[in-house]
């Protein structure tokens, strides 16, 4: 005998030996589930298709696997749909803890009973280290499904058919055979009753059961893995306390601290919070879904809190449009891939529809250096296809080094600086299938580019010593290899008329500024202003009576002023008492900012030049005819006019000859000049007739800007913007792109918005003229007196010459603000302004002066509170019809809508309190006041049909 046998262990071992335990049975095992604390428990073999995907990790990490006791945990519901998420997060983690516990216990007994067990964790910790790859080995959800243990709901949650989806999972794997597997149950508990969509915060949930993952990711895991990772970073990126503050609110690190010190939490949940599925859980929403709908899902959607989102995606778009109320916190992206195998892998997860509209492409990777690989992505129908080696033709094709690929991802390495440091040969419009790319797998944050055009490139770009290289293979165009460039970008930007949207011929040079002290290598050419630069002058406050969305709107203002004064090329900067929130970095309504030797056309938007006008028809004629004239003039909604309708005629000689000599404008775009004269558009543009309270005239006013002519300005506008900054200043938000002014492009386009400004000024007193011409005032519509007549720009860009830093021009950009200052106005009549406040009170006129705080600029009318959509359903909400709100809000008011149907949306109670603005004007001397045009009634474009109520 050896002497290990003579071990008094072994020897108690070996007479034990006899004594075999029978194998537990599939009720047995489930039971002692039960007993050590779970609420419902199934099981299945190891070999089961169900968990085809995930047996070689489970295998790996445990071999002797033969089956999986699934089991679910019951939670507590009130807690998990309270608005009060710390006591939602308590019950996660508690009934996280139970099932581990309920893990160990059946492990324990199982190992008493010789049974090989193990108990993988319901949720943390998990394999972290291999983050941001696969760090779980076991997906609970697939085995509970195979177990019987619920069905995947439209939120890819499990629903249990009793509990619901109020249950966390648990697996256990077994060493031993089962007798008979479980199956999955046959319906599905999921209801579609699509409350878990409604309640999203971020839109991850779609009706049609797609799933934005990184949406859902973004936000809801913001204190997880990715979530820390980007704060860690954004610790590591600030330069000083003042920097970590800006970037970082208290209530941020705070929570980072609490979700480190007692368990992650979930920053919504909401749809498990929401759901009505389940034996346990459907009937009070059976009895009473208005009063779910009340009591569950309108607080979380109401909530007033930070919702996190890479801007440019679908997030950021969803939480602007559905949840106006809740603030969207910029953050980057923060899954980078760790392996060439993984982008493509999870490329889908990262896929945002909504920025893939329009784009039908075919990417043809080929990856080279520690990994080879070649891959197609076609994006095509707001859908992602990935597949192994190139298929179809490619319209983009990039060629790169692997882990100079993924440096980019990270954005260890930007494209400016590659371009700065490697030879580049660019001829057309070449990056935009990329940007597009990149926008749709939200890999990398704010890339925004649109392009129309047939652009035409050859694009090589390289990151030393490794190298990245991008073809864009052109329609039918032989690409030439590339030529020397370093320090200066040479861009093929010339073009010829009617070609500005290919792009081609001529050169664009810019050269970067010198970079400063505290630069980062490698970042990008123009660097944003850091946030101590910033400077702008608050000419608004809270009214001391302000509800919660007043001093909401107003600090939302605020902190897009302080992002967008980053912008590199911003000296200056103010608000307007009226101002509003148009995103969270870009310019608010309301807002003016000074620009150095740039035009920015994100500053003007697609209303170039909207602009007011007054004519004084005289004291002696009846404002209604004056209304029933205009009515028979004018044209509101979308669209232009008729030719027959022979109103081209009056765009004269001298316009269509800029228009045509101007290299950004098309015969398209001189079409459109021609038809939507006198024509109005729709919004709140208006045509307003009231009584001077001064001399007693009866004043016609119309309010309206460039029409389709300036919004394709525009579009080419941003589009040369867009394409520019991304390579001088990636950094700059899409929206905040400008174009150097004194380039040739920029010259362009100064000349082009002169043009929209004489347009939409030959568009006001067109309508004016044709009015007073249907009135029999004058003869010939060509005649009416100067004097009468007094307009002014309030969505412009003004341009004051060499007074920036040495000797540059500067360029005021006044996003609705109106300019009091003459030096901005050529064609000022005495001083006088227009500002509008509502169809029920009188429109101002006002005379100013440049004071060190206004910047010479006033408010542009009263601003809105809140967004369209939002006023109109909490003004319908109270059961009055259109008719009576109307009747409510104007009364006594001929009030016409040319559709002929009311738009709720644009009554008085939509814009800013009219006394509260004046106050403001007058505290902040923003003009002085020099008389009112009391209303008489005016007409709007009105809702489209009656069926969009
Ligand atoms: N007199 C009227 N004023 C109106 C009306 N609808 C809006 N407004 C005011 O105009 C400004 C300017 O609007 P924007 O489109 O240029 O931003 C706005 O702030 C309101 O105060 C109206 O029907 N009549
Ligand atoms: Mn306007």
């Keep these: 005998m050896s002497k290990i046998e003579e071990h008094p262990t072994v020897i108690k071992v070996r007479s034990a030996e006899g004594r075999a335990t029978r194998p537990l049975t599939n009720e047995e095992l489930k039971q002692l589930c039960i007993e050590c604390g779970a609420d419902d428990a199934g099981l299945v073999s190891i070999d089961r298709p169900e968990i085809d995907d995930q047996r070689d990790d489970i295998l790996r990490v445990a071999p002797w696997t033969r089956s999986l006791l699934s089991f679910v945990c019951t939670m507590n519901r009130e807690p998990i749909r309270s608005t009060m998420r710390s006591a939602a997060n308590l019950e996660f983690h508690n009934t996280g803890d139970q099932v581990n516990d309920v893990a160990r216990s059946v492990v324990r007994q199982l190992q008493g009973r010789g049974v090989q067990a193990m108990n993988p964790a319901m949720g943390f910790p998990m394999e972290a280290h291999r983050f941001p790859g696969k760090i779980w080995d076991v997906s609970h959800k697939p085995v509970a499904v195979a177990a019987g243990l619920g069905q995947i709901g439209i939120h890819r949650n499990v629903i249990h058919p009793k509990f619901g989806n109020f249950v966390l999972l648990g697996t256990v794997l077994l060493g031993q055979e089962i007798q008979t597997d479980d199956q999955p149950i046959e319906y599905n508990p999921c209801l579609g009753c699509k409350l878990c969509v409604a309640a999203c915060p971020v839109g991850a949930i779609s009706p049609e059961g797609d799933f934005n993952f990184n949406a859902c990711y973004t936000h809801n895991y913001r204190e997880f893995m990715g979530g820390f990772t980007d704060w860690a970073e954004q610790l590591a990126e600030s330069r000083s306390r003042g920097e970590y503050r800006k970037r970082v609110s208290d209530g941020e690190s705070a929570s980072m601290w609490q979700s480190l010190s007692f368990g992650a939490n979930y920053k919504a949940a909401y749809c498990l919070a929401v759901c009505p599925a389940g034996e346990d859980v459907i009937s009070p929403w059976l009895a009473d879904r208005k009063g779910h709908l009340t009591t569950v899902v309108r607080p979380l959607q109401e909530k007033e809190e930070d919702v996190y989102v890479i801007p440019g995606s679908d997030a950021a778009e969803h939480v602007a449009k559905r949840f106006p109320h809740k603030k969207p916190r910029s953050v980057r992206g923060n899954l980078h891939p760790g392996s060439i195998d993984s982008f493509l892998k999870y490329m889908p997860l990262q896929f945002q529809p909504g920025q893939a509209k329009g784009l039908d492409a075919t990417y043809h990777f080929r990856f080279t250096g520690t990994e080879n690989r070649d891959a197609t992505v076609r994006i095509a129908g707001q859908k992602l296809e990935i597949s192994s080696g190139w298929v179809g033709k490619a319209n983009l094709r990039v060629t790169a080094d692997s882990s100079a690929w993924l440096a980019f991802l990270k954005r260890e390495k930007s494209l400016a600086w590659a371009l700065l440091t490697l030879r ?526």
């Design 424 to 949: 580049i040969r660019l001829r057309g419009s070449p990056l935009w299938l990329m940007r597009r790319l990149a926008a749709a797998v939200a890999y990398r944050e704010p890339v925004r580019f649109i392009d129309r055009g047939q652009a035409i490139c050859e694009f090589p770009l390289a990151i030393a010593p490794h190298r990245i290289e991008i073809l864009w293979y052109p329609v039918n165009r032989k690409i030439s290899p590339g030529s020397n460039q370093i320090a200066s970008i040479r861009l093929g930007m010339g073009f010829s008329r009617g070609e500005h949207k290919s792009w081609r011929g001529g050169t664009f040079t810019h050269h970067a500024r010198p970079p400063r002290s505290g630069d980062s290598v490698g970042g990008s050419l123009v660097r944003l202003n850091s946030a101590h630069d910033m400077r702008y002058h608050r000419n608004l406050e809270s009214s001391p009576e302000a509800c919660e969305r007043e001093r909401s709107n107003v600090d939302a203002v605020f902190a897009a002023m302080d992002e967008l004064m980053r912008t590199p090329t911003l000296v200056d900067g103010a608000v307007m008492p009226d101002a509003c929130p148009t995103g969270p970095t870009s310019i608010p309504v309301g807002g003016v900012v000074v620009a150095e030797d740039a035009i920015h056309p994100g500053f003007h938007s697609s209303d170039i030049c909207c602009s007011v006008m007054a004519t004084n028809l005289g004291s002696d004629i009846d404002p209604k005819t004056v209304l029933d004239a205009a009515r028979s003039v004018t044209h509101f909604g979308t669209g232009g006019r008729k030719r027959s309708a022979g109103l081209f005629k009056h765009l004269n000689e001298d316009l269509i000859q800029r228009i045509r000599a101007n290299p950004l404008f098309s015969d398209g775009d001189l079409k459109k000049a021609q038809l939507h004269l006198v024509t109005q558009g729709d919004g709140n543009h208006f045509l307003f007739v009231g009584r001077s309270e001064s001399h007693g005239g009866v004043m016609l006013v119309t309010h309206h800007g460039s029409r389709a002519f300036g919004a394709s300005l525009y579009e080419t506008g941003r589009r040369i913007a867009e394409e520019l900054c991304s390579v001088l200043s990636p950094e700059t938000p899409a929206e905040n792109a400008w174009i150097p002014a004194s380039s040739k492009q920029g010259r362009a386009y100064w000349d082009a918005l002169q043009i929209i400004r004489d347009w939409t000024k030959l568009n006001h007193s067109l309508i004016h003229r044709l009015t007073a011409k249907a009135l029999g005032l004058i003869q010939n519509c060509d005649n009416l007196a100067a004097e009468s007549t007094f307009w002014n720009e309030h969505n412009f860009v003004f341009r004051e010459p060499g007074s920036g830093s040495g000797g540059k021009d500067r360029y005021f950009h006044a996003k609705g603000a109106t300019p009091l200052d003459d030096k901005f106005l050529p064609d000022s009549t005495n001083g006088l302004r227009l500002i509008p406040l509502n169809m029920a009170e009188p429109v101002l006129v006002v005379r100013g002066k440049t004071t060190e705080t206004n910047l010479g600029f006033a408010p542009h009318g009263a601003g809105r509170n809140m967004s369209r959509t939002e006023h109109k359903r909490g003004r319908l909400a109270s059961g009055a019809s259109p008719e009576e709100i109307l009747a409510e809000e104007t009364q006594g008011l001929d009030i016409r809508f040319f559709s002929g149907t009311i738009d709720v949306s644009e009554l008085p109670s939509a814009y800013k309190n009219a006394e509260e603005v004046q106050r403001q004007i007058s505290h902040f001397e923003l003009g002085t006041v020099v008389d009112q045009i009391a209303p008489y009634g005016c007409i709007m474009a009105g809702r489209k049909s009656p069926a969009a109520h």
